[in-house]
Nanobody, 126 residues
Framework: QVQLVESGGGLAQTGDSLTLSCAAS????????MGWFRQAPGKERDFVAG????????YYADSVKGRFTISRDNSANTVSLQMDNLKPEDTAIYFC???????????????????WGQGTQVSVSS
């Protein structure tokens, strides 16, 4: 398994921007489909965004489409989540996850991801 460490969370106000980063180590990064998931207080963990290992095709939850951008840098072994126009409902712990040679069919299913980071807190005030 690849080891993942998230960074970049913090406090923000409505309309602000934050960028989350996830650094991978321990395995070759390029064959991993990467995803961001989040868990708000008292709620289940949900898919936010994903990026394919094969062609960098991106996928987004409807709630963040047009505001969040996922990207990857295989040379640096990192995946990032640029979050613009933040809203209070974006408040959650954000997790980075990896699925080796993951397929598009499973990219929104957290059960397909077998490596997870520890999470980073994002709090957005109104």
């Amino acid at each position: 398994q690849v080891q993942l460490v998230e960074s970049g969370g913090g406090l923000a106000q409505t309309g602000d921007s934050l960028t989350l980063s996830c650094a991978a180590s321990g395995r070759t990064f390029s064959p991993y489909t990467m995803g961001w998931f989040r868990q708000a207080p008292g709620k289940e963990r949900d898919f936010v965004a994903g990026i394919m290992w094969s062609d960098a095709t991106t996928y987004y939850a409807d709630s963040v489409k047009g505001r969040f951008t996922i990207s990857r840098d295989n040379s640096a072994n990192t995946v990032s989540l640029q979050m613009d126009n933040l809203k209070p409902e974006d408040t959650a712990i954000y997790f980075c996850a990896a699925d080796i040679q993951g397929l598009p069919y499973y990219i929104k299913d957290q059960r397909a991801f077998d490596s997870w980071g520890q999470g980073t807190q994002v709090s957005v005030s109104s």
